[in-house]
């Protein structure tokens, strides 16, 4: 065989059961292939009259490069007396909760835990993660053996955060604070997590069974608010007034409206893009989301909000910052500001895109429809490669920022 590169690897074909490829350039170095197509790297040596095998990393998380370099690592403790599978045996028998979490967080980092479609986990996503590790699994498990963690540690680990065990105030730089809370939301959204670093857990062959398999998990409480029509015109006449009085930059109230008539997620209207909007698509292409790449259509009054701002040389944000070259990030703090002075409650970027999910259900769109309006997965609209969406879609999207429009008008009547 000869030496394991990345064309002889990808050109691998599956044949209905596991094989090995083995390396002659360095002896011991080698690549499984599964029955599924994937291929993983690996080394294989004997040490005291035993044959053992440790396993690298799948590739595509690593190169082949990479893998022969840990290849030759791991073969020199070999040439040095030690045995690293027996080494790494004894560290998995002795791992701690944090110990595992801080593993999994290093392996997300570098690519090789995927989350949503098989795409590595977003920057804002792991930043997520850290908070719920740092303050709610370290805190309560951290100090656990990973492989003593039963379900009932697990099912107490739920109630603790749901009735506000770890909820705190921490000091954040100089001034900042954040506001760490429980609830059935916060347990049934951490133990979520758990549970996938526990899968983690079981790929490293820590431990054989998840233990957070069949834990009542508490129902987390949908956010369902949404704005009345006499509501709209509210936000409408506070958007107004901090235009007219300069109270708040153009941004701020020009990234209210957008979120308001295209139902997009607050992050999607803060990194929005010129290169992203296709007037004469009516549609925004959006490079990045949650979902990843997606197509949404544009309305006419949408349109018209983004066809009257200003572009700003050498930013290629719709919403640029007021200082430096980033975008306006402080969106969510002067939508809060806004919504403070109307006397509205419990009104964020979320509550105006199920709003406007909401007004197209007035209207009687299916739920299909409204889903592709907003992006959903599993709707379709998601190839940046589609040129022209169904006329029908964009006159949904254009009927149902047009009744929103009209409600945030100063008069408040739809």
Not at 21 to 45: K, M, T
Not at 63 to 87: C, I, Y
Not at 145 to 162: A, G, N, S, W
Not at 356 to 382: E, K, N, P, R, V
Request: proline share 3%; charged share 25%; net charge positive.
């Amino acid at each position: 065989m000869p030496r394991i590169t990345k064309r002889l690897v990808e050109a691998a074909e599956p044949n209905g059961r596991d094989y090995f490829l083995w390396c002659d350039d360095l002896p011991g170095f080698g690549v499984r292939v599964f029955a599924s197509g994937r291929c993983s790297y690996l080394v294989q040596y004997r040490s005291g009259g035993r044959s053992r095998r440790v396993t690298i990393g799948l590739h595509g998380a690593l190169t082949a490069d990479e893998a022969r370099r840990e290849a030759k690592a791991l073969l020199g403790e070999v040439a040095r007396g030690q045995d690293p599978a027996e080494e790494r045996a004894t560290r998995r028998g002795s791992m701690t909760v944090a110990e595992l979490c801080d593993a999994y967080l290093q392996a997300t980092e570098k690519g090789l835990i995927m989350g949503k479609g098989g795409r590595a986990k977003k920057a804002s996503t792991l930043y997520v993660d850290r908070g719920r590790i740092e303050r709610h699994i370290k805190p309560l498990l951290g100090r656990r053996l990973v492989i003593e963690l039963t379900q009932p540690d697990v099912q107490r680990f739920v109630r603790d955060i749901q009735a506000g065990k770890t909820a705190t105030v921490v000091k954040t730089g100089f001034r900042g604070k954040a506001v760490v809370e429980g609830g059935p939301g916060t347990a049934a959204r951490t133990v979520g997590l758990l549970g996938g670093i526990l899968s983690f857990a079981i790929s490293e062959r820590i431990i054989t069974v998840n233990p957070v398999a069949g834990v009542k998990r508490p129902a987390d409480r949908k956010r369902t608010r949404r704005l009345t029509v006499e509501e709209y015109g509210i936000l409408g006449r506070a958007l107004a007034q901090a235009k007219e009085n300069r109270t708040e930059r153009w941004q701020a109230v020009a990234g209210v409206r957008l979120l308001s008539l295209t139902g997009c997620r607050l992050s999607e209207i803060v990194k929005l893009r010129w290169s992203e909007v296709d007037v004469a698509g009516s549609c925004l292409r959006l490079e990045d989301t949650k979902e990843g790449a997606s197509v949404r259509p544009l309305g006419k009054t949408a349109q018209a909000v983004l066809n009257a701002l200003p572009r700003i040389p050498g930013s290629p944000f719709v919403l640029p910052a007021a200082r430096g070259d980033g975008s306006f990030a402080s969106l969510s703090n002067a939508l809060e500001r806004i919504v403070d002075q109307t006397g509205l409650e419990a009104v964020s970027a979320h509550t105006l895109r199920h709003s406007f999910a909401s007004t197209g259900g007035d209207l009687g769109y299916s739920d299909s429809t409204i889903g592709a309006m907003l992006g959903h997965a599993g709707h379709g609209l998601t190839s940046r490669y589609i040129h022209h969406l169904d006329a029908v879609l964009i006159a949904a999207a254009d009927r149902v920022a047009m009744q929103v429009a009209r409600a945030m008008s100063e008069t408040g009547r739809a």
